[in-house]
């Protein structure tokens, strides 16, 4: 008899484990980000652009990721097959470098020691130094994405 953790060597209760934190930890981010818009246009009383920084689809893509295609469907199947606790750790690995990502790419944004410091009311949604860290750090996820789903799926 085969254990659950011979093929992808994680359990799924693990993968969920995991996941859970990635999004539990973006969520959190995308309501502090929320927060500090609504904040900022208080105590601007007149009318500013509300955007979101490239970094911010960062984390909503690693929360899609942890809950889309691992959280629902390890729990929505009673025994995960070995391609979707494959396809569960390769999704989680993706979402964990795009959470790492989101660290320069929103010190970009703002200007925090990365480029030029520009005011609040100069930036924009993508700062320059942001708008290449960003898809940089999707462009990582999806290939980590790819090598670990494929090493994942390699017979023995």
Not at 39 to 64: F, G
């Amino acid at each position: 008899m085969t254990n659950a953790s011979d093929v992808v060597g994680i359990l799924p209760s693990d993968l969920i484990a995991t996941a859970s934190i990635i999004a539990g930890f973006g969520i959190t981010v995308i309501m502090f980000r929320v927060q500090r818009e609504v904040t900022v246009q208080d105590e601007k009383r007149t009318p500013v652009k509300s955007r979101l920084a490239w970094a911010d689809y960062l984390i909503i893509l690693s929360i899609s990721l942890a809950l889309l295609l691992v959280v629902v469907p390890l729990i929505w199947f009673a025994v995960p097959s070995a391609k979707l606790r494959a396809v569960a750790a390769a999704a989680c690995v993706a979402a964990v470098v795009l959470q790492l990502g989101y660290i320069p790419s929103i010190l970009a944004h703002y200007g925090i020691s990365l480029g030029k410091q520009t005011a609040t009311e100069e930036r924009s949604a993508g700062q320059p130094v942001e708008t290449w860290i960003a898809p940089l750090s999707g462009l990582v996820a999806a290939v980590l994405f790819v090598i670990v789903l494929c090493h994942n799926l390699r017979p023995e």
